[in-house]
């Protein structure tokens, strides 16, 4: 009414009032002047506004909680009041009589006790006074959309008005179970670098626990979630929007805290789930009798462990490498896993047994959360880090499936990976099927300056997909191939930032890793060095790509270096010039293998002829298909494509010789190859060249 009044407003009451500057622009600048009904009236309106709006507000938010809460599993405790709290005001108040004094206070029943164990909605209670053994406290922890609460032995230790949005944490002395600091840090808001301060300052065997409210993920820096990490969890780097998590761990742990939860929601726009933990927790997590403890466990648990479970258990000692240390004793090993938690033991195993081996460096990436391969890392004290199962948009068949899960599991532990050490150089990339050798990382120590000074050498594998026992003969015996064996890897930080992660194809199309590794590789000219006796054995008789009867055919009768140190041979002739000067010397050198007999024939090659060459057909230097039969009849791997090659040669044994397959079309078949000699051609592929197909 008086704003409209105004609009008629003469023109001398106008100038009177504010001047010669609108009515507006007067308003904005508010300069002194009379107090007009006009100018009160304006701001009652401004301020009813501004309170009817953080009304309307209030109530939304309150509305959408209750609508997200209705759905949440609540448990009638049968009291609405704590009834220690009750008891210890009674008696701050003088309310408790002489028989309510000798009885103590009240003690939840073992049906409630029972009922706050796992994930769980409670109310504003600290649910326990579980009687727990001696050296342990009881610590309850709950995360949920608008609650972080810790108890400590029944007692609040982190009350509502200490709380806030993002990481809440208490600092609790296991000796005198004593909750220390108390801080909350908005991690929406801020990376945790006030955390991060606080954490690495913390005195040895400090419990922390630490839990999440609203939303804790969003500006939470690697640094933050590395020092969680090393504090022992697990899920961390899974942390998303709005999670409920709650973690307790241990200044100085050296293995990985089982006291951590977390739920997600089905999306952006609903809460997850509240999550808690009450459990007696020992003093010290990691100790050698919590550990034999957990392994008498485990074993009563878990099958198929037989000479794991029939000693009594202690995280083995490295073997000491007495030749000093290698070059590989910094670099992170990753061991990309799932739920094959007796494969992984046996990794594991190998791991503990090669000189060289630091324990610190291994974190394990587990798709999906198995408990089993939870339990067995921890047995071996081994960092682990949990992903949620990947799930594949890819529905053409299972196997397309399987390649989108490890696809996606690859790329999300490598991401990790590289940001928890940022400042490597090399990092080994294993999987939970794979045993190493005793001289592993020997090996890969001497390589190492080979692939620093070769730029076009993308990696070195500790696979020989030829390496059976009939066909690799020579442990001293290092090859280049333009064909990237995997299985046991070096990959450089240079390479991942720019080839590997920019090349990495969306999902889900139902593209293997490593076929998509070869098909950048081979784009880019670049190849990976591999020895004649693999490095490592491929124990995995199921998987995504493997069967029992496919183990048997390919995997079984491979070979492993047996001894802790062989000094490679040739490093200098290892470049790719170098390389196809020594391929070209050998061949020269080489004597044929009769080209009139059947490759499969029983008799074909004999013994003691020590350098040999066969030459096959090719219609163009890029053609194998000859090379794949023959390599066929020689009982080596013909699944897909001949692999090991070098510009169309492949270099191996065979009974007790060293063997070359050359391309008649390659630059050394054209070269080298008797023109009185016709290349080999398999009988069941000639009708086929002969048609020109």
Not at 38 to 60: H, S, T
Not at 211 to 235: P, R
Request: proline share 5%.
């Amino acid at each position: 009414y008086y704003i409209t009044n105004n609009l008629r407003m003469t023109k001398a009451r106008r100038l009177r009032l504010y001047g010669p500057k609108s009515r507006l622009e007067r308003f904005l600048t508010w300069k002194k002047g009379p107090l007009t009904t006009e100018r009160i009236a304006i701001f009652l309106i401004i301020a009813l506004c501004y309170i009817n709006a953080q009304m309307i507000l209030a109530i939304y938010n309150e509305n959408n909680y209750i609508e997200q809460e209705e759905n949440l599993p609540h448990i009638d405790l049968g009291f609405d009041v704590n009834p220690i709290a009750q008891h210890e005001a009674d008696q701050q108040a003088g309310k408790v009589n002489s028989a309510q004094e000798a009885a103590g206070p009240p003690v939840l029943s073992e049906e409630l006790a029972t009922h706050v164990e796992g994930d769980v909605v409670i109310t504003d209670l600290c649910p326990t006074l579980v009687q727990c053994p001696d050296n342990h406290v009881h610590i309850y922890a709950e995360s949920g959309p608008r609650k972080a609460k810790v108890c400590l032995n029944g007692k609040e230790v982190l009350p509502a008005w200490k709380t806030g949005r993002g990481i809440n944490l208490v600092v609790i002395n296991s000796e005198r179970a004593t909750a220390g600091s108390v801080h909350s840090f908005d991690t929406y808001q801020n990376p945790g670098t006030d955390m991060v301060d606080i954490l690495k300052n913390l005195n040895d065997d400090r419990f922390v626990v630490m839990v999440a409210q609203d939303e804790a993920s969003t500006a939470l820096n690697n640094e933050a979630k590395q020092t969680i990490e090393q504090l022992g969890s697990t899920l961390i780097y899974n942390l998303g929007w709005r999670n409920s998590w709650v973690f307790i761990g241990q200044v100085g742990i050296t293995s990985i805290s089982p006291y951590e939860a977390m739920k997600s929601s089905l999306d952006s726009s609903t809460w997850p789930d509240p999550v808690a933990i009450s459990q007696c927790i020992p003093n010290k997590i990691d100790d050698d009798e919590v550990l034999a403890a957990s392994h008498k466990e485990f074993c009563a648990t878990y099958d198929n462990y037989g000479e794991f479970c029939k000693k009594t258990w202690a995280i083995p000692d490295p073997v000491v490498n007495t030749g000093g240390q290698f070059v590989t004793s910094t670099f992170p090993i990753a061991i990309i896993a799932g739920d094959r938690g007796s494969y992984l033991r046996q990794v594991l195993s190998g791991f503990f047994k090669a000189p060289g081996f630091v324990s610190e460096n291994v974190i394990v990436f587990q798709d999906g959360y198995d408990l089993e391969t939870f339990a067995v890392a921890r047995q071996f004290g081994i960092r682990l880090v949990r992903f949620p199962k990947t799930d594949s948009k890819n529905h053409k068949e299972d196997t397309f499936n399987q390649a989108d899960h490890i696809a996606t599991n690859y790329k999300r532990s490598l991401d990790v990976l590289w940001a928890m050490h940022p400042d490597k150089e090399f990092v080994f990339i294993m999987e939970d099927d794979l045993i190493v050798s005793p001289d592993f990382f020997d090996y890969f120590s001497q390589l190492v300056p080979v692939l620093r000074s070769d730029k076009t050498l993308f990696s070195a594998s500790a696979w020989n997909d030829n390496g059976y026992g009939h066909s690799a003969k020579d442990s001293k015996m290092i090859y280049r191939t333009d064909f990237f064996p995997g299985l046991g890897w070096l990959l450089s930080r240079k390479f991942w930032l720019e080839v590997v992660e920019p090349s990495w194809p969306a999902c889900c199309q139902g593209y293997s890793w490593d076929l998509f590794m070869r098909d950048v590789l081979k784009g880019r000219g670049l190849d990976t060095l591999y020895p004649d006796v693999s490095r490592t054995y491929h124990i995995g008789k199921t998987g995504a790509n493997v069967y029992n009867q496919f183990f048997n055919g390919y995997f079984r009768e491979h070979v492993l270096a047996k001894d802790s140190h062989y000094q490679l041979q040739g490093l200098d002739k290892l470049g790719p010039k170098t390389y196809s000067e020594l391929l070209s010397d050998l061949i020269s050198r080489a004597k044929p293998v009769d080209h009139t007999e059947n490759p499969c024939d029983q008799h074909f090659i004999t013994e003691g002829e020590d350098l040999l060459v066969l030459y096959y057909y090719q219609r163009d230097s890029r053609e194998t298909k000859q090379a794949l039969a023959i390599a066929g009849c020689l009982n080596l791997w013909n699944v897909d494509k001949v692999r090991g090659m070098f510009n169309g040669v492949l270099r191996t044994h065979f009974r007790g010789n060293r063997l070359l397959i050359v391309g008649s079309m390659t630059k050394y078949g054209k070269q080298f190859m008797p023109k009185e000699i016709p290349p080999i051609r398999i009988a069941k592929y000639k009708d086929e060249i002969d048609n020109g197909l």
